[in-house]
């Protein structure tokens, strides 16, 4: 049954972690439902692991670029204000927010944030946030505008994603918006500053798993994770293409009806709050 299980939450995984809906409020609150209790965050984090690496399929030659473009900056002074070598250094900078958050607040994170009652607010919340910022957007900047400081407030919005229910791509995606730059710059982007964060995450994490600190051991969390990258493969496809010609409307409705509903839910004793 555990494998059944990881099969699942691989796949709801995959349809979540790309879209501005919280993949790890989705991770808490349907196993929830269907009685399978809080698979953990160390099991979130891992299974994150194989959504990036769909990230870095789909985009490995921009990936590759970058990497390639700012190790040579470091000796060739001319490439240092190429878009690749300050990507390379934007991503480096706007990771260390959530890097150092995630490492001073880890005991809070899994504990204390996990809250159903935390995830709800929060999806309602960031939905409207997201809806705003979406709204008020100028959407004329891209790659090439990004500067040291959108950098760094976008690293700052997604270290809030740490909450469960705010969304790492929802929260970059929002602070994006905010500052003008177009839906499918500030997505891919979001894509690219998440690499550094859940890669480090789930390679912190792996450790709980091994001692057994975790609903699902070694096995299901593998399959999931395997699952998770299958499939998050056609999610940033199609969200990409979705997004050069909709708005992020029909994600902040899902967030708020979502979220409103968790909280009826835990209101009239559906859910508990852990």
């Known amino acids: ?10 796949i709801l995984q995959a349809l979540t972690e790309f879209l501005p809906i919280s993949s790890s409020a989705h991770l808490r609150i349907f196993p929830e439902l269907l009685g399978w209790g809080d698979p953990g965050a160390a099991f979130t984090a891992v299974i994150q692991i194989g959504t990036e690496l769909a990230v870095v399929f789909y985009m490995w030659r921009n990936i590759r670029d970058i990497i390639v473009t700012w190790f040579r900056s470091l000796f060739n002074a ?6 690749d070598a300050r ?8 990771s260390i927010p959530i890097g150092v958050a995630g490492v001073v607040l880890k005991d809070i994170i899994e504990h204390d944030l996990r809250s159903l009652y935390v995830v709800g607010t929060m999806l309602v919340v960031m939905g409207i946030v997201l809806g705003l910022a979406d709204r008020i957007g100028a959407n004329r900047r891209r790659f090439d505008d990004l500067s040291w400081r959108d ?15 705010v969304s790492r ?6 602070m994006g918006r905010a500052l003008g730059y177009e839906r499918a710059t500030v997505t891919r982007y979001a894509f690219l500053l998440a690499l550094p964060a859940v890669f480090g995450a789930g390679l912190f994490e792996m450790g709980e798993i091994a001692h057994g ?3 699902y051991g070694w096995g299901p969390t593998i399959v999931a994770t395997i699952v998770s990258f299958v499939l998050g493969y056609a999610v940033i ?38």
Not at 1 to 10: K, P
Not at 169 to 174: D, N, Q, R, V, Y
């Open 87 to 94: 990507m390379g250094w934007f991503i480096i900078v706007g």
């Open 1 to 10: 049954m555990d494998y059944l299980q990881a099969i699942a939450l691989g």
């Open 78 to 83: 001319e490439l240092r204000s190429h878009t």
């Open 237 to 274: 496809a199609w969200l990409l293409k979705y997004l050069s010609h909709n708005t992020y409307t029909p994600f902040v409705i899902y967030r708020v009806v979502l979220g409103l509903a968790v909280l009826v839910l835990l209101g009239v004793g559906v859910l508990t709050e852990w």
């Open 169 to 174: 791509s929802g929260a970059t995606i929002s």
């Open 213 to 215: 600190a975790n609903l």
């Open 151 to 165: 950098a760094i407030l976008m690293g700052c919005a997604q270290a809030c994603a740490l909450i469960p229910g």
